[in-house]
């Protein structure tokens, strides 16, 4: 029976894993997860309708005579409710 720490033993596991306390692999883990989840949130917020682009189309439109001043307001209150 092998007492101690040594490279195959007790000792190499609990550095990277850990034993009782917080390990070099649960901190890897971890940082690994909140990574994920940053980039799927950034990656989400990036694919989402921006609201200004829709109001700068209608502003084009209103500007070229392509609709009349009230279908302006009404299209305008309308974005601006969303």
Known sequence: MMHGYGWFGNGFCD??????????GQLLIL?????MIM???????????????A????????????ISEEEYLKRKSVLERK
């Open 15 to 24: 550095v990277i894993f850990g034993r009782g306390y917080f390990g070099i």
């Open 39 to 53: 980039a799927v949130v950034l990656y989400s917020r990036s694919k989402s309708p921006k609201g200004t682009d």
């Open 31 to 35: 940082i690994g997860i909140v990574a």
């Open 55 to 66: 109001l700068e189309t209608l502003k084009t439109l209103y500007v070229s005579g392509k």
